[in-house]
């Protein structure tokens, strides 16, 4: 098939780390790796945020980026976007045209409006991925949130008019039919996970050539991390990892609160600005005046943005992985963490309540809630047997649930399904 994935701000050669720059550019990236490799030709349509960048450029992994002349050339904030999307929307209905793709892919909503308008008057079947729903935002950020305010309405427009919707959880199927989805108009297809780079770290003495490299390249790049498969130092503490973004909603603080009641660990946060900028990033200051007052700034370590490459690396080098956001669509970290067999501590939200299996796999706590995380985090650490069957059973989960292969076979599925559905309606009339 002729595939087109519309991905308005989050570009899949973008580098991941900042702030509107995630899970998002993951998925989208990988999905199109994947269908590429499969032999469907990909076109990916993102906006141009930058004045040197070319009109198209093949990825190395075979499907092409397409950046789109919508707005200033330049980095915008996600939520500022809107504006543009009109001159995105009219780029594509020209681009469509003339070479109509098969079936269209929306991932984010600005992305859904676009498709939708420049899809109208040609009959392409339009899927659409939401990744995060404003009513959820709202709920959860109140008068912060900055999302345009027609953001709710259009989410709600799109349920009733895309032909077929993506959800990444169950969760998040439930908040689609509250705002007026229509039964049966959508699947769950989670995010997956990249499992020839996020695997558990081989047994000391066995490492091929490839694991060396990694752990020693790593281990230079972030001198805070250990190296995978080696012994530590007498009397080294146990070490918590937390990995996104540095936004408020990441529930990153709540970490540093409760590594307070955590004696004897330490914490790494790897993501953020690049570590020399580190210093100039409004969050780190507020996270590093955050674990000054809990008593426990010498025992916070900020890595700053870590390459996707070097992540297996630092999974390994820690005890139990920390994601505990207030909200989440679906989270990658945890996926992530359980492919390199580290125990999983989340909250119990969002996708974590599908990836997660508590007593399995990892445990789950309330969001928000310092005091409950560190009883569960204190009583982990003290069990090194549990923890690893934690492990194990996480990267088996991940091995036979969220591989990339399986989420594109599904992908797959919906397209055949939508495009055999509209091309019976045409034959129809």
């Given at each position: 098939?002729?595939?087109?994935?519309?991905?308005?701000?989050?570009n899949?050669?973008?580098?991941?780390?900042?702030?509107?720059?995630?899970?998002?550019?993951?998925?989208?990236?990988?999905?199109a790796?994947?269908l590429?490799?499969?032999?469907?030709?990909?076109?990916?349509?993102?906006?141009?945020?930058?004045?040197?960048?070319p009109d198209?450029?093949?990825?190395?992994?075979?499907y092409?980026?397409?950046?789109?002349?919508?707005?200033?050339p330049?980095?915008?904030?996600?939520?500022?976007?809107?504006?543009?999307?009109?001159a995105?929307?009219?780029?594509?209905?020209?681009?469509?045209?003339?070479?109509?793709?098969?079936?269209?892919?929306?991932?984010?909503?600005?992305?859904?409006?676009?498709?939708?308008?420049?899809?109208?008057?040609?009959?392409?079947?339009?899927?659409?991925?939401?990744?995060?729903?404003g009513?959820?935002?709202r709920?959860?950020?109140?008068?912060?949130?900055?999302?345009?305010?027609?953001?709710?309405?259009?989410?709600?427009?799109?349920?009733?008019?895309?032909?077929?919707?993506?959800a990444?959880?169950?969760?998040?199927?439930?908040?689609?039919?509250a705002?007026?989805?229509?039964?049966?108009?959508?699947?769950?297809?989670?995010?997956?996970?990249?499992?020839?780079?996020?695997?558990?770290?081989?047994?000391?003495?066995?490492?091929?050539?490839?694991?060396?490299?990694?752990?020693r390249?790593?281990?230079?790049?972030?001198?805070?991390i250990?190296?995978?498969g080696?012994p530590?130092?007498?009397?080294?503490?146990?070490?918590?990892?937390?990995?996104?973004?540095?936004?408020?909603?990441?529930?990153?603080?709540?970490?540093?609160?409760?590594?307070?009641?955590?004696?004897?660990a330490?914490?790494?946060?790897?993501?953020?600005?690049?570590p020399?900028?580190?210093?100039?990033?409004?969050?780190?200051?507020?996270?590093?005046?955050?674990?000054?007052h809990?008593?426990?700034?010498?025992?916070?370590?900020?890595?700053?943005?870590?390459?996707?490459?070097?992540?297996?690396?630092?999974f390994?080098?820690c005890?139990?992985?920390?994601?505990?956001?207030?909200?989440?669509?679906?989270?990658?970290?945890?996926?992530?963490?359980?492919?390199?067999?580290?125990?999983?501590?989340?909250?119990?939200?969002?996708?974590l309540?599908?990836?997660?299996?508590?007593?399995?796999?990892?445990?789950?706590?309330?969001?928000?809630?310092?005091?409950?995380?560190?009883?569960?985090?204190r009583?982990?650490?003290?069990?090194?047997d549990?923890?690893a069957r934690y492990?194990?059973?996480?990267?088996?989960?991940?091995?036979?649930?969220?591989?990339?292969?399986?989420?594109?076979?599904?992908?797959?599925?919906?397209?055949?399904?939508?495009?055999a559905?509209?091309?019976?309606?045409m034959e129809?009339r």
């Amino acid at each position: 098939m002729r595939i087109a994935l519309v991905s308005e701000h989050a570009n899949p050669l973008a580098a991941v780390g900042g702030v509107d720059a995630g899970g998002q550019n993951i998925h989208v990236a990988a999905l199109a790796a994947e269908l590429s490799r499969l032999g469907h030709a990909v076109t990916v349509y993102t906006r141009r945020d930058a004045p040197n960048s070319p009109d198209q450029v093949t990825a190395p992994d075979g499907y092409v980026v397409e950046h789109v002349p919508a707005g200033p050339p330049t980095e915008v904030p996600k939520d500022e976007l809107l504006p543009h999307m009109l001159a995105f929307s009219g780029y594509l209905a020209d681009r469509w045209s003339r070479e109509p793709p098969d079936v269209v892919h929306a991932h984010f909503w600005m992305s859904g409006l676009a498709s939708l308008r420049a899809a109208a008057r040609t009959g392409i079947p339009v899927v659409q991925t939401f990744h995060a729903l404003g009513v959820v935002k709202r709920r959860h950020q109140g008068p912060r949130d900055t999302s345009p305010r027609s953001r709710i309405a259009v989410e709600e427009m799109l349920c009733r008019k895309v032909d077929h919707v993506i959800a990444t959880c169950d969760e998040e199927v439930g908040e689609l039919r509250a705002i007026g989805m229509p039964p049966g108009r959508a699947s769950v297809i989670p995010c997956g996970v990249d499992l020839s780079l996020f695997r558990p770290a081989p047994p000391r003495g066995r490492e091929d050539r490839r694991d060396e490299a990694d752990a020693r390249r790593g281990a230079q790049s972030y001198p805070t991390i250990f190296t995978a498969g080696q012994p530590r130092p007498n009397g080294t503490p146990r070490q918590l990892l937390v990995v996104g973004r540095l936004v408020e909603r990441k529930g990153v603080a709540d970490v540093v609160h409760a590594l307070a009641e955590v004696p004897d660990a330490e914490l790494l946060i790897a993501g953020g600005p690049a570590p020399d900028a580190l210093d100039l990033d409004p969050e780190v200051t507020r996270l590093r005046a955050v674990a000054d007052h809990a008593g426990v700034g010498e025992r916070v370590h900020l890595l700053g943005r870590v390459e996707h490459a070097d992540m297996p690396a630092v999974f390994h080098s820690c005890d139990v992985v920390v994601a505990v956001p207030w909200y989440e669509p679906f989270g990658i970290v945890p996926l992530e963490a359980m492919a390199c067999a580290r125990p999983i501590v989340g909250s119990a939200v969002g996708g974590l309540l599908d990836t997660v299996v508590p007593g399995v796999t990892g445990e789950v706590v309330p969001p928000r809630r310092p005091d409950v995380l560190a009883d569960v985090l204190r009583g982990l650490l003290a069990d090194p047997d549990r923890c690893a069957r934690y492990g194990a059973a996480g990267s088996a989960r991940a091995r036979r649930l969220y591989s990339w292969q399986r989420v594109t076979a599904k992908t797959e599925q919906v397209y055949a399904q939508v495009t055999a559905h509209v091309g019976a309606g045409m034959e129809a009339r």
